[in-house]
């Protein structure tokens, strides 16, 4: 551990440089700290051979290392009061009862990223809880018609579906109701199976043209499956950090930023807020990324902003937290 005077130099390092981007001078240091010059040059020096501290060069002032920030974020960093007007546009999405949970996380996550400057992202899936309660078919024109699926947490789906031309109305109709009646109640990710092993031989038994319409019908159906569902807000926001001035890195991030496999493998499984710095995360080592689980009536996934190592760490985890706390809320 550091000493007390050691954590309070490092702190006054990380939030200068996080404000200035510039490296920290012993100078500038020593009226906050009330001690001489020598005495914060020496401690820098036993902050940097801690591995907390570096320098960009040999004459220059100190920055935070990864493992300064990591120091700061575990023993030093407390998070940071909302103001009232960030928590009253946050307050006001969660308030909305027009929204359903997905779209009030998506437009909350929507705004921390305007509040910071970062990227959000939101990785959210439907459960296993989720539940068919409802199923409808609308005939669209004479041989297409689209079929929309709502899960008892008001989770909606739909897809396109193609009928033979020749396949009577009513044979439609009778193929809608035994599937509606067997697959009500069922969860989303069992749909696939119980098309398969229920609904398959009631259709045999009683439908005519069971083969076009089952095939049809299961197309659609066994697609209502649960998928990541994958939102990002700012994603440009990073490239205006003076860290991404050089094309080659903007290039770079943007990259990583469209592949999506990269994207999903921000998932968090832990409940609490957790913090990735730099080659702790596995998209880029100039970045961090602060994210935690949620889960709420069926809905699950993960928050997550990403930022500039150099990153307001108290303001993005007060404000990971504070949307945290409102999805669990009844």
Do not use: W
Not at 81 to 101: H, R
Not at 245 to 273: C, P, S
Request: proline content about 3%; hydrophobic content about 40%.
């Amino acid at each position: 551990m550091l000493t007390n005077r050691q954590e309070e130099l490092l702190k006054l390092i990380v939030e200068n440089y996080i404000k200035t981007v510039k490296p920290v001078s012993s100078k500038a240091l020593c009226k906050k700290l009330k001690c001489s010059s020598a005495t914060v040059r020496n401690e820098m020096a036993a902050l940097e051979s801690r591995g907390l501290l570096e320098k960009t060069h040999i004459s220059s002032g100190r920055v935070p290392s990864d493992l300064g920030y990591r120091y700061y974020v575990d023993n030093i960093m407390v998070p940071k009061d909302l103001s009232g007007e960030d928590m009253l546009k946050l307050q006001q999405i969660f308030s909305n009862n027009a929204l359903v949970l997905s779209d009030a996380i998506s437009k909350s996550m929507e705004i921390v990223s305007e509040l910071t400057n970062y990227t959000a992202v939101v990785l959210g899936s439907s459960s296993s809880d989720n539940k068919i309660a409802k199923v409808e078919v609308v005939p669209i024109a004479n041989n297409k018609m689209i079929a929309i699926v709502i899960t008892d947490k008001g989770h909606v789906e739909n897809r396109n579906v193609v009928i033979d031309e020749s396949v009577s109305k009513a044979e439609i109709k009778k193929t809608i109701d035994i599937i509606s009646k067997l697959i009500i109640g069922v969860p989303l990710n069992e749909v696939s199976s119980v098309l398969e092993f229920d609904v398959k031989p009631v259709i045999d038994k009683y439908v005519k043209q069971h083969e076009a319409l089952y095939n049809a019908f299961y197309n659609a159906f066994s697609d209502f499956t649960p998928k990541d569902d994958i939102k990002m807000s700012g994603a440009r926001n990073l490239l205006m950090e003076p860290e991404f001035n050089d094309a080659d890195k903007i290039r770079k991030l943007l990259g990583k930023f469209e592949d999506r496999e990269i994207i999903r493998n921000i998932k968090e499984d832990n409940d609490e807020i957790k913090v990735y710095i730099g080659s702790e995360n596995n998209i880029d080592d100039d970045i961090s990324i602060i994210k935690t689980y949620y889960y709420k009536d069926g809905e699950e996934g993960t928050i997550a902003l990403i930022g500039p190592k150099r990153m307001q760490y108290d303001k993005a985890e007060a404000l990971l937290n504070y949307i945290k706390e409102n999805i669990g809320k009844e």
